[in-house]
């Protein structure tokens, strides 16, 4: 069984340009879970995802924004890149209402904005 | 405070060794907890979760003390390949928040 993918792997972008990343979660879960995580630093929390809804956003301004399909495939934009975004940009699947309920992730897409 | 704390580390072992790991957690809700391994620049993996009555997996043991608010992780018998960064994960009741911990970095040496 495939686990969740994400693309591109690697994108070069930059300032002020537009991205589009995509995810695709395990089979049958229907939330999708995407992190930030720069350089050293930690996992931070983006958007949450369910049934199609946005359920929940961490701290990041509005040109941070996304969707999630019918199919549960989800997609993340960032508008007007800022060399900070540089970042792994990391999708997690999960299925609510199973018990504990674990996140697996993907492999993550690396974005580098110069 | 930070909702999940953990010692950055880097804790460096020999190989062999037994090495634990704590985290803690603020919310008193927090209702599911996981430890995950991150090797450099890859995806976060689950290890292992966290249940109430504590639980095993091979050289790995975690713990979860609700009245003091931490989690614990013991690895026996290091191996080179044990060499990763450690997130303690933390699930909010209700509002299935994932709560990552800035991790514990382990280095095995031989």
Partial sequence: EAGVTQSPTHLIKTRGQQVTLRCSPI?????????????????????????????????????????????????????????????????????????????????GTQLSVL | RKEVEQDPGPFNVPEGATVAFNCTYSNSASQSFFWYRQDCRKEPKLLMSVYSSGNEDGRFTAQLNRASQYISLLIRDSKLSDSATYLCVVRTSGTYKYIFGTGTRLKVLA
């Avoid at chain 1, 939330?31 to 946005?54: H, I, M, N, P, R």
């Avoid at chain 1, 975004?85 to 199973?98: E, N, R, V």
Wanted: negative net charge; charged residues 15%.
């Fill in chain 1, 27 to 107: 089979s049958g879960h229907t939330s999708v879970y995407w992190y930030q995580q720069a350089l050293g630093l930690g996992l931070q929390f983006l958007l949450w995802y369910d049934e199609g809804e946005e359920r929940n956003r961490g701290n990041f301004p509005p040109r941070f924004s996304g969707r999630q399909f019918p199919n549960y495939s989800s997609e993340l934009n960032v508008n007007a890149l800022e060399l900070e975004d540089s970042a792994l940009y990391l999708c997690a699947s999960s299925l609510p209402g199973t018990g504990n309920e674990e996140l697996f992730f993907g492999s």
